[in-house]
């Protein structure tokens, strides 16, 4: 009999406890195992009610790793605790799944040798995307492939503020209030709208996809705070959808690995993932395109993601043990590549004066930055300031190109204010 | 070392051979085993041209039963040689794994208790929608879910035709005429555009999700030869597509399970799936709304799908042999519903002479079989026959009665012809 050890008894750990109970048989049956969960540990589970009477129940989350059971579950959620009660459980030779993406991605390099070392099993399907089956799907169906690329829509929450600005011509901030009232945002959201959630699930997937150590404090980050609704607008007149973005991609030499947001051409299927919604669309040599869509997040999602988990743990009890977890983890000493040499095509929005020769003093600044124009359109002045936006969508150039032909913009004249530039999504990438 | 026999060298055997000796370490590191390719059969192999000198080659398929290996992958195709192959190597205590939606379909009941009885294994991630990995994550990810239902987008034919006569304009035969030149129809089309192909493939995932014997016989299945493209305008003007659906589905006593066409509202992200490629969404009790996207066929994205299975067979023979495979398999007695007692909302068109009162004679005989129309729009007359096209959709009804209520709306004196009907998409399925 393999026992569990539930750390940490929030939304995930109560959807998960009831689940695990309510199916035990079926879930010891598919994992051809006697399951049980033999101990549950919560800071504050006296406050806790239970109806099981073969749990053991503990306020204190690191006696479970002196316990008697062969897995602990991690929702204890933030980064140090939980990696101090992950480090003592391996280290005393216990499995663990995570759904805690913080840890994977800025420890998961020393959990895995960690892990290894001691010969346990450690799964974090639940870390990225929530139900959506990526990390099963790049361990097992994508596994013998040459992974080209991997782009996901996975913070909910920029989706949904987005989404509002799009759907329901909210503002930023007044979409960011109806996340915060739905439970979407934290009340500090700088996490998720700043990108560093994305940011941590596609380090895990790049992990995952190219075998290289956690990307996560080489990779560019930027959040969604400067999108403005004008810009949504703009980019649906051109057929356009604004979207937060995770992506890695393999070069020849080096890993991309960023965070950030883009204008998705409304012909991808990406562009129609709305709402808290989440998708991973994967480009491997052989299997072409794959995109993988659901719930990012919630109780229900989450637990579900844990409890696939468990079969693996067996499996690899049984069947992986003595080839080491992840022992080939580490092939590539591949870098991330610098932002600044990462070629995209660039959506400007641009406040000019409305005098004669503006355009052209724009059109031949970005002339001599050896940039060109792939679209622009310019559009009425939008105050009593007369100021009139232009916008324009450029070829693929460096950020660094960009920048320098941005602040070449910005000190013209006629131009006012700063210049609002958003990547433009790459269907190839 | 585990040893591979491959019958059948086209296509998709070309592209799994070439893969597998490419990467021939990867995939047995990756599967913990020393794995190899010990014999290819096809019956026109003296045809072909190999580079390898430590695979036996032979015409004679069957010889392969007789041969050392521990894996046969059948890659034949049509049903009654692969059934007969795939019953010798079951019988000769091989596993098996097929790309064959045919053969799982119609005769998955018996090849799954004869696997059972021969303890082997036996796998088929290809035989639905190719490089999507549904099979794997119902299997696995969705193993402990109460699974509400599955809709696929499954037959790339039927898609690309119904996306030519939606995206440029083309007729059904000009539409298929396309589709032919470019490889994604057959000469004779009847088993894609006619919906038994996609009949097959969710036949396959209602056994899964179900445990029941394959609904393939007991199943209602429609094509798409009766969708005008004018059907495709009004549904457009409504905000809909349409597309060719197969989905099951779990009510209190039986199972659903029918494939034919639909009307799927734009905000769906299933109406954006284009072009030949295939999705299947699932609705599970916990990890709710899941849609997986990508390559439905072809030999790479096919050849990937099956390799995937080599990892489950070597996991099957280490670990869960002593589980019989789907051991729990036909759990389930629950019949598939009769297509005559489901309830969807309808879209008809039908064709009225343009004299006052028509409209009426329509909605009162709706309104006596107690049908509720949702949207009507009324059309100019288009052609000089002066016939007006009228468009409805309707509440949700049964089959029987809308059926009932279209022969009497067929006999009224001014109304032209059949009347057209086509089912919408019920987002909540």
Known sequence: MFKIGVCGYGTVGKNLVSHFLKYQDLISNNCNEEIAISII???????????SDSIQFSSDILSV????CDLIIELVGGVEIAKELVVKAIQNNKSVITANKALIAEHGDELFKLSNKHNVYLGFEAAVAGAIPIINSLSHNMLNENI????GIINGTCNYILDQMSSNNKDFSEALSMAQELGYAEADPTFDVGGFDAAHKISILAMLAYRIQSPFKNMYIEGIENIERMDIDYAKE???????????????TTIECRAHPVLIHNSNILSNVDGVMNAVRTVGNR?????????????EATASAVISNIKDFCIYKKYESNKKMNEDY???NRSITDINAISTQY?????????????????STLASHEISIEAVTQHEPLNSD?????????NSVSHEKILSSINKIESLNNINGKVNLIRVFCDND
Chains 1, 2 share one sequence.
């Open 238 to 252: 051109l057929g356009y959808t604004i979207k937060h973005v995770a992506l890695t991609k393999a070069t020849d």
């Open 65 to 68: 790793v002196q316990s008697d």
């Open 287 to 299: 299997f072409g395109t794959s995109l993988l869509y659901g719930q990012g997040a919630g109780g």
């Open 386 to 394: 007369k100021l009139i936006p232009i916008v324009m969508i450029t």
């Open 148 to 151: 080209l690329s991997i782009s």
């Open 347 to 363: 959506y400007l929005r641009i406040f000019a004066n409305d005098v004669p020769g503006v355009m052209a003093e724009i059109t």
């Open 330 to 332: 580490l092939i590539s």
């Open 41 to 51: 540990a919560d800071r504050s589970i006296q406050k806790k009610k239970f109806d």
